[in-house]
């Protein structure tokens, strides 16, 4: 079932994580901001919050999982899914 979903001129959602035993819920914040750009949508996020411990892993798990989304986006078919160590590694 396809359902159409007819978003304002800028549609913004926060996110909070539920937290685990490296850092509280409520610590970071995931703020995603779509905005109609040239006949598309250009996709903002902003992650805010996380300890300095967590910053490095964040951003490689980042880099990686927006990459993907960009094939997909784009019409391409990513890879099955394998999480870098680097990513996994310190993850609760």
């Known amino acids: 079932m396809l359902t159409a ?8 959602a926060r ?9 509280p819920p409520g610590t970071s914040v ?4 779509l905005t109609p ?3 598309g949508t250009l996709v903002a996020i902003r992650h805010s919050g996380l300890p300095d411990g967590e ?3 964040h951003a490689l798990g ?8 960009s094939l997909a986006a784009t019409g391409g078919g990513p890879a099955p899914h394998v999480a870098p160590d680097e990513i996994i590694q310190g993850a609760d």
Do not use: K, Q
Request: a positive charge; glycine letters at 6%.
């Open 5 to 12: 979903i007819v978003m304002p001129p800028v549609f913004r």
């Open 15 to 23: 996110l909070r994580r539920a937290g685990s035993s490296s850092f």
């Open 30 to 33: 995931l703020e995603v901001t």
């Open 37 to 39: 750009h040239d006949g």
């Open 55 to 57: 910053r490095p892993r």
């Open 62 to 69: 980042w880099r990686h999982y927006l990459a993907r989304l």
